[in-house]
Structure formats: C-alpha cells, structure tokens
C-alpha cells in the first residue's frame, strides 16, 4: 500500500470505530502490518493508508531481527505515567524527526482481529508508538506537538514542502 503523506486531508480526519470485523477490514489489517514492516515503521494508523477505520499496527520488537506486529483496532488509552522526551518520525513526514513530549507508560485497551478485548502495558518506545498511531486515528499529527527548541527545523521542512508542491 502506498503510505499517505503530509498535507493529504485524510490525515487530519478522524477515524469511526469497527462494528464488525469483516473481510475488508481482515485485509486492510493484514496489508497494512505488510506495509508497516516494508517501511521499517514501528507503526502505522489505517488513515496513512487512505482509510477511517480504527486501526492502527504496532510492532510490539521494534529493532529485533523478529518482528511482532499485533492489529489494535478501537483502541483506548486508559492510564499514562511519567513524562519522557525524545526524537520521533512518521511514515507521513519523511526525513522529519522532531523531539516529543510523551508519556513513558501506557496502558491501552483495544480489540482484536478475533473480537477479544485485549489490555496491554508497556513503556518506552512502543508506549510512545502508541501515543503516536492512537494521535493518527484522531487527526492529531506529531507535528502538532513540537517542542519550541524544534519550532525552527519544523518550520523549515514545511517550507520546503510547500515548494515540491
Ligand atoms: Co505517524
């Protein structure tokens, strides 16, 4: 699938819950981690592929030799502790890396691809993958929480956006 990037509308769109989990929604899921692993993403949230369903993937090991995608569909963060900054991308925005405020835990319920409700801790990078893809399916983008020290370098890559386009 080709990943959506910034300025595109359906990246500031918000994503409606799955009712029901058919074919369609089987496929984009399993396109999608296929995507995500191509890309070397730890994550990807169905609108980065023109899609409002939501559904984001996570890669569970990012930077082993094994990945371990999971397909976290109506996903809700329910408890965040400790607050971390560090530098973070997007498939979206390629060649941008921009220091985050996030928070180092999160616990996040989600279903499954079989139904299953599903409660997972983490912390570290997959937490903050999490804060990240649960922003996607909301419309809220990275960018959006650029720290002042990165106002400038974010500045700077927009512009030169602006002249490809
Ligand atoms: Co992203």
């Not at 030799?65 to 900054?85: H, M, R, S």
């Not at 989600?110 to 570290?124: M, R």
Request: proline content about 4%; aromatic content about 8%.
């Amino acid at each position: 699938m080709t990943i959506i990037k910034y300025p595109e509308a359906v990246l500031r769109q918000k994503a409606k819950s799955v009712n029901r989990i058919t074919s369609e929604i089987f496929n984009l899921a399993e396109s999608m981690i296929t995507t995500m692993l191509e890309n070397d993403g730890v994550g990807l949230a169905a609108n980065q592929v023109n899609s409002l369903w939501r559904i984001f993937i996570i890669n569970l090991r990012p930077g082993e030799d094994k990945p371990e995608p999971i397909v976290v569909l109506n996903p809700l963060i329910v408890k965040t502790e400790e607050d971390v900054e560090d530098e973070e991308g997007c498939l979206s925005f390629p060649g941008l890396y921009l220091n985050v405020p996030r928070f180092n835990k999160v616990t996040l319920h989600y279903q499954n691809l079989y139904n299953e409700k599903v409660i997972i801790e983490t912390s570290g990078l997959v937490a903050r993958a999490i804060q990240h893809e649960y922003d996607h399916l909301n419309g809220v983008l990275f960018i959006d929480h650029v720290t002042e020290k990165d106002r400038e370098k974010l500045n700077q890559y927009l512009s030169n956006l602006n002249k490809q386009i």
